[in-house]
Structure formats: structure tokens, C-alpha cells
């Protein structure tokens, strides 16, 4: 707060003496503005009122100037051409104090003529510059509930008020920090309800002063009389509210030296923990809630300084080999790299090993972070589904949006597959994440007949690339073999080794190779582990190969089948609701051939093997870019929609999941600053402004944090 200093030991309060009495009844709030000294902080902040004439005008207030400089002609100047600039459009008032009063007893002059006449206060520091809307907004904010005592604006530089959160936001320029708000501001409720209030700005209701009267004057020259006074009220069940529309910039700490304010702090502290026991615990309760941490992981909304947000691809659990998974993740982050690196600051958190083994540390326009980093994101979006509570809990704490990508429910459906955690991470996804979006009707299907989606939830169907050109190499390979080349892995649900077999059994005398199994003792079969064949031996087989088998029972999308289209090569795939869906998606192309069961699979190869029919045309090109669009037309669309901090707080209320993107049992940088004594808070508070000082110490306030917890 900017305070004026109490130089001596304050006489007793004189009578009001008023330069310029307002003409009319008022019944509005009286705003009571204290001066010590600091004639410049007089212009900008009537600027600023004169701006919001209207306002004052519309709610009934007049403005109560309180000079507590005796002798001390530059503010007394100041004041009175501040008073004739605005004659014509505000009430003003201005009280000169006889003798210095200080800080607490100049604002209760203010305080007494509001109480006298019947009329709510609202106390503003002389550092301040109020916004158009921001007072008219408290009033209704205060009227919403007959036990709202107190109303607090948000600002740059108000303790909990402020909004953004983050330290980084105080000293911007006041345009500046009116943007940030207004962008945050949109994703708030109306209002918060909060332990106690800030004096910079602060309305206080006329019931309060009748009933439990002004500033304690033993706070001297400031520093928790706002608190006091908040306290006293709310043992009888009066609260504190911060109206989230409204904005009041404050510039801080203009009219105390460094060792008088912490000095002042510090003492004033003890005496408010002394007579109130409930307000540490109050406020460190507040800090380290869900309210206070969805307010600062807002921040991460906030586009930088071209305009840019903060998208983040979680591959965290990507390893050093190949699949579709991975494959689809790597061809839909090479197209937002070259799209759409205008647009977002693309990060993609992996493990640097796995990072280096597919290339995407060398990638232009790409940052790759540690899995563990603690860095905040406007939208995190992962390819592929969360196979444990943590890989959930990873993106939900990172990220301010979510999206999932989900593929299939093959690892849900199959017993052999599932591990405990499947189901309880595929449930908080339908019920937390902010969109859902699959690679085909059929999997958005199976995903909504097993776990039904929290109402909000928004869904995209978007394939991957149908064009088959896409999944061509640079280099393609050369063909010259004959063989039938029979594509899965070794799970089950692949069906690589029946099929082989019945192959086997039927064609005996042709060659087969099989990207599945590890090994099989027909001589006139080959078998390699799928998954970790370089791309060239991928390439190779299906350039080779006479016609492609995918045996699969069941797949979300099936990337075999774009592949063989790719080598011109006809697929044989198991018919069901996503085979036709795909052939229909890809123009009911003859070189796609369904067959029911194994049997009948057997009759085709045996009897009448397929062989490709040029000239079918594909219906998509570029379809990466395309998939690519759909996804950050829907990206654009969460950073845009005003529920984000609804959203967080259901998350955090539901997981745990900490401001900052740090593990649950770490704690927060809000919550260590409350479980601090005041003595200790006001060290760290100027060690957090050395940022290798705060790094070297910050164990320590997390040692105190976890024995006090």
C-alpha cells in the first residue's frame, strides 16, 4: 500500500475543515482518498476519476481528499487544481488535517463523514488509478448478498486481489496489466469470496462502520487496519469479496522506505495474529485453495508479447521405438511446426533419450522439455490415451486446457491388457478434460458406450490423414519380392498368429512375411518383432509384398491400411463398423477387400488373391493438414472460452492437482508463503527478489512447509 509515514506521535484528531463542500445529496459511496506528501501521485489518479465521471455520477459517490501535509504547499497545489479540473463533473471534497495525522487516523475522517451520512466507503490509495467500470461494479458486487461487508477490485499489485497472480505482473505499465486483466478477468465469476480484503482499494459497507467502527488507531501508520477491521466484522459473519470484473491499478509501497514498511509489517502482524488467532490459518487456507491456484494458473492464458500462446505436446511416454501411436504424434507435431508456429509456442516434454532417437531435438520451431518440468501451458494435448493416473495427472497440472487424443479402447476392453489404473484414468478424462477427440466414428462410439462424458466436455472426430501419399517415405522403397506380407503385433487382439497358420495351412507353397511374432517354424515364413524394425525394413515389406493381411479385431483407425494404399499394394482387412467406415471414408476404394471371418480369408487367398486396380482416386490431400486445422481451430476455441477457471477449480478439487504445474505433495510457492510467521515471510519476501538467492534457498521454505503439514 502506498501509506503516508507517521513522522510523530499523532495529536488528537481536529475538526473537519472542508475547501470544497459537494452540491447536493449524495447517497452513493463517499471515496476517501489519504495524502502525505507525493503531489505527483495527485494527477494520474484524478485523471483516472475524472475518466470514470459518468460512473461516480450514475452510483451516487463523491470523492473525499484527505491532505495530511500541514504546511506543505505542493500537495495542497496539487489538490486544489486537481478539485477545479474536475469542479464541473465530480463532487469533491478536500480535508486538510490541522496537524499530521497519519495514515489510519486521516483515512477515519473519511471513514466518519461516510458513517455520519449513512453512506457505504470506499478507501483508495493516492497510488492508484481507477478503471472505467471498476467502482460501479464493486457497489453491485457489494449488494449481491447482505453479508458482503467488504469488496476488493482485482489489480496488478494487491496481495490475493492482484490478477494476474504472478509477481512478473506488478510493475507493468497500467495499459499493460488493464490487458492481462481483461483477458483473465472474462474466465472469472463475478465474484470470489475471500478471508479478508486489501486497503488499496477496498469498499466497506455502512452496516460495518455502524457497527464495528473505524481503522484501529493501534495500527499507527498502517499495515493490517484493513485486516483488523475485516476481522471484527467477520466474527459476526461479515465477508470479504473480490469482484473479478472490476480493475483498480496500484502502483505500491510509494510512501514507506523498505525498512519502515517490513518493520511496520512485522510488528502490526503479530499484533493482528495476537487478536485474531483464525486469520493466518485463513489466509494460508485461501493461498494454498483451489480458488487462489486456478486464479494463477490463469496466467498461463496469456499470449506473450507477438501474440503467441503456449501449446504443449506431452510425449512423455514415448520410447525409442516405432507404432501408430507414435507415428500419428510425430506426423501431427511436424505439421504444427510448420504451420502453425506463428500462431503458438510449440513445446513437447519428453525424455531427452527417446527426444534424440526420433529426431524432434533437432526440429526447428520446437522446445522439448524434461517429462518433470513445472511450466505452465495455456493447452497441453496428448496423442494417445493416459495408461496410468500419473500420465493423466502429468498433462492436468501443466496445462490451464486439456485435450486428449484417444485411439481406441482395445486396452480397456481386453483383460490381459488392462492394468489397474486404466479405468480410473479414462474416467477422469471424460469427466475433467476440457475436449476429447478421436480418429474415427467408431472409436468416439466405443469411447461413449463405456464411459459417459461430463456435460461441457467438447468432442472432435477428426481422422488422420486419409491421403495416402502421406505415409510414402522420402525414398520410397524398391520393390521385386513376392510374398504376402501380414501385419500386427503380438497382442491377441492382432490375430497375427491364427491367421499365419491358416495361411500356412492353405497356401503352403507361398512365401509369407509376418511384422508380428517373433518366430514361427514354417520354413516359407519370416517373422520380425513389430515395433522395432527401422522404417527402411517397414518400407520394404510393403513395397515388396504382394498384397497386405490385417487380421486385427479390432482397431480405432488403422494405419496398415493407408500404408498399403500408399504402395499401391491391396489390403485385406477384417470387416466390421470401422473397416467399412474406412473404406467409405476413403471412397469405397475395390482395393480395399473386407473379409467376415479367417475362413473366408483363406477362400480369397486361395482362390482368387487380389491384385491392385489403378485409377481409384483418394478423397483427401494434405490430410495432416488437415487433421492438423480441425485440431487447432478447436485449440483456438478452449483459449477463447470464458470457463477455463471453472474448470481448474473442479480439477484441482477433484486431484489435487497444485498451482504451477508442481507434484501434489510439493508444495506451492502460495502456500509456503502461508504457513510462513510473519518474521520469516517478510525474509522471504525480499529474498524472492534475488532469483539465485530464492533457487538456493527454496529448500528450506518447502523444509518448513512439510513439518508444519
Known amino acids: 500500500m502506498a501509506l503516508p509515514s507517521r513522522r510523530s506521535e499523532p495529536p488528537s484528531p481536529q475538526p473537519l475543515t472542508r475547501d470544497h463542500r459537494p452540491k447536493g445529496r449524495r447517497t452513493g459511496p463517499v471515496v476517501v482518498v489519504p495524502f502525505y506528501r507525493n503531489e505527483a501521485l495527485v494527477g494520474p489518479l484524478f485523471e483516472s476519476l475524472l475518466d470514470c465521471a459518468d460512473e461516480l455520477d450514475a452510483i451516487g459517490a463523491t470523492v473525499v481528499a484527505i491532505d495530511d501535509s500541514p504546511g506543505y504547499a505542493p500537495l495542497a497545489d496539487a489538490l486544489g487544481q486537481a478539485v477545479r479540473a474536475c469542479a464541473d463533473r465530480l463532487e469533491v471534497s478536500v480535508v486538510a488535517n490541522a496537524a499530521n495525522q497519519g495514515f489510519v487516523r486521516s483515512v477515519n475522517r473519511g471513514l466518519e463523514i461516510a458513517r455520519a451520512e449513512g453512506r457505504d466507503a470506499v478507501l483508495l490509495?493516492?497510488?492508484?488509478?481507477?478503471?472505467?467500470?471498476?467502482?460501479?461494479?464493486?457497489?453491485?458486487?457489494?449488494?449481491?448478498?447482505?453479508?458482503?461487508?467488504?469488496?476488493?477490485?482485482?489489480?496488478?499489485?494487491?496481495?490475493?486481489?492482484?490478477?494476474?497472480?504472478?509477481e512478473a505482473?506488478?510493475?507493468?505499465?497500467?495499459?499493460?496489466?488493464?490487458?492481462?486483466?481483461?483477458?483473465?478477468?472474462?474466465?472469472?465469476?463475478?465474484?470470489?469470496y475471500v478471508p479478508t480484503a486489501?486497503?488499496?482499494?477496498?469498499?466497506?459497507?455502512?452496516?460495518?462502520?455502524?457497527?464495528?467502527?473505524?481503522?484501529?488507531?493501534?495500527?499507527?501508520?498502517?499495515?493490517?487496519?484493513?485486516?483488523?477491521?475485516?476481522?471484527?466484522?467477520?466474527r459476526c459473519g461479515y465477508r470479504a469479496v473480490l469482484a473479478n470484473h472490476a480493475f483498480v491499478y496500484h502502483v505500491g509501497e510509494a510512501s514507506f522506505t523498505t525498512s519502515g514498511r517490513r518493520a511496520l509489517e512485522a510488528t502490526?502482524?503479530?499484533?493482528?495474529?495476537?487478536?485474531?488467532?483464525?486469520?493466518?490459518?485463513?489466509?494460508?487456507?485461501?493461498?494454498?485453495?483451489?480458488?487462489?491456484?486456478?486464479?494463477?494458473?490463469?496466467?498461463?492464458?496469456?499470449?506473450?508479447?507477438?501474440?503467441?500462446?503456449?501449446?504443449?505436446?506431452?510425449?512423455?511416454?514415448?520410447?525409442?521405438?516405432?507404432?501408430?501411436?507414435?507415428?500419428?504424434a510425430k506426423a501431427l507435431l511436424r505439421e504444427f511446426v510448420r504451420t502453425r508456429a506463428d500462431r503458438y509456442n510449440l513445446t513437447v516434454i519428453m525424455h531427452a533419450e527417446h527426444a534424440r532417437y526420433h529426431g524432434l531435438d533437432r526440429m526447428r520451431g520446437l522446445r522439448?522439455?524434461?517429462?518433470?518440468?513445472?511450466?505452465?501451458?495455456?493447452?497441453?494435448?496428448?496423442?494417445g490415451q493416459p495408461m496410468t493416473r500419473e500420465s493423466f495427472s502429468r498433462l492436468d497440472r501443466l496445462a490451464v486446457r486439456t485435450v486428449w487424443f484417444m485411439l481406441d479402447t482395445i486396452t480397456w476392453d481386453c483383460l490381459t491388457l488392462r492394468n489397474p489404473e486404466i479405468e480410473p484414468a479414462w474416467r477422469m478424462v471424460f469427466e475433467q478434460a476440457d475436449a476429447v477427440i478421436y480418429n474415427s466414428d467408431f472409436t468416439r462410439d466405443q469411447f461413449a458406450r463405456r464411459f459417459p462424458a461430463r456435460p461441457g466436455v467438447r468432442h472432435l472426430v477428426s481422422p488422420h490423414s486419409l491421403d495416402p501419399s502421406e505415409y510414402l517415405p522420402d525414398r520410397r522403397a524398391a520393390e521385386g519380392e513376392d510374398f504376402i506380407f501380414v501385419v500386427g503385433n503380438s497382442f491377441p487382439h492382432k490375430f497375427v498368429g491364427p491367421t499365419i497358420e491358416a495361411l500356412v495351412r492353405a497356401v503352403p507353397d507361398r512365401q509369407i512375411v509376418c511384422m508380428g511374432l517373433q518366430h514361427h517354424g514354417h520354413h516359407r515364413v519370416t517373422c520380425y518383432r513389430s515395433g522395432f524394425l527401422s522404417d527402411e525394413q517397414v518400407e520394404a515389406?510393403?513395397?515388396?509384398?504382394?498384397?497386405?493381411?490385417?487380421?486385427?479385431?479390432?482397431?480405432?483407425?488403422?494405419?496398415?491400411?493407408?500404408?498399403?494404399?500408399?504402395?499401391?499394394?491391396?489390403?485385406?482387412?477384417?470387416?466390421?463398423?470401422?473397416?467399412?467406415?474406412?473404406?467409405?471414408?476413403?471412397?469405397?476404394?475395390?482395393?480395399?477387400?473386407?473379409?467376415?471371418?479367417?475362413?473366408?480369408?483363406?477362400?480369397?487367398?486361395?482362390?482368387?488373391?487380389?491384385?491392385?486396380?489403378?485409377?481409384?482416386?483418394?478423397?483427401?490431400?494434405d490430410g495432416w493438414a488437415r487433421t492438423a486445422a480441425e485440431i487447432a481451430d478447436l485449440i483456438d476455441g478452449l483459449i477463447a472460452a470464458p470457463d477455463a477457471h471453472a474448470g481448474l477449480v473442479r480439477r484441482i478439487n477433484a486431484h489435487g492437482t497444485s498451482i504451477g504445474g508442481t507434484r501434489p505433495d510439493v508444495p506451492t510457492e502460495a502456500a509456503i508463503a502461508g504457513s510462513l510467521p510473519p518474521g520469516l515471510r517478510a525474509v522471504r519476501s525480499a529474498v524472492i527478489r534475488a532469483p539465485l538467492v530464492h533457487r538456493a534457498v527454496r529448500p528450506v521454505w518447502r523444509w518448513w512447509w512439510k513439518i508444519t503439514h
Open 541 to 621: 515389406f510393403y513395397a515388396g509384398c504382394r498384397f497386405v493381411v490385417f487380421p486385427s479385431h479390432y482397431e480405432g483407425f488403422g494405419f496398415p491400411l493407408l500404408k498399403g494404399m500408399a504402395y499401391e499394394k491391396p489390403v485385406l482387412m477384417r470387416d466390421g463398423p470401422l473397416a467399412r467406415e474406412m473404406k467409405r471414408r476413403l471412397g469405397e476404394n475395390p482395393n480395399i477387400v473386407l473379409y467376415a471371418d479367417t475362413a473366408e480369408l483363406v477362400r480369397i487367398v486361395r482362390d482368387s488373391p487380389p491384385t491392385w486396380q489403378p485409377g481409384q482416386p483418394f478423397p483427401e490431400r
Open 125 to 166: 490509495n493516492s497510488d492508484t488509478r481507477v478503471f472505467p467500470g471498476a467502482l460501479s461494479e464493486m457497489v453491485r458486487i457489494a449488494e449481491l448478498d447482505p453479508m458482503i461487508g467488504f469488496v476488493n477490485p482485482r489489480s496488478n499489485n494487491a496481495t490475493i486481489a492482484s490478477l494476474p497472480v504472478q
Open 368 to 383: 522439448v522439455l524434461p517429462v518433470d518440468t513445472d511450466r505452465q501451458f495455456a493447452v497441453g494435448f496428448r496423442v
Open 198 to 234: 486489501v486497503g488499496f482499494c477496498m469498499l466497506v459497507r455502512n452496516v460495518i462502520l455502524r457497527e464495528f467502527g473505524l481503522l484501529d488507531e493501534a495500527y499507527g501508520a498502517g499495515y493490517n487496519e484493513e485486516n483488523d477491521l475485516v476481522m471484527r466484522a467477520n
Open 169 to 192: 505482473y506488478r510493475q507493468q505499465s497500467p495499459e499493460q496489466s488493464f490487458l492481462a486483466f481483461r483477458r483473465l478477468a472474462r474466465q472469472l465469476p463475478a465474484c470470489h
Open 268 to 328: 502490526n502482524a503479530r499484533l493482528l495474529a495476537e487478536r485474531y488467532p483464525e486469520y493466518p490459518a485463513a489466509v494460508a487456507e485461501y493461498v494454498a485453495g483451489p480458488t487462489h491456484a486456478a486464479d494463477a494458473r490463469l496466467a498461463a492464458l496469456l499470449p506473450d508479447s507477438d501474440g503467441r500462446h503456449d501449446v504443449l505436446f506431452d510425449f512423455s511416454d514415448v520410447g525409442s521405438y516405432h507404432n501408430g501411436t507414435i507415428d500419428a
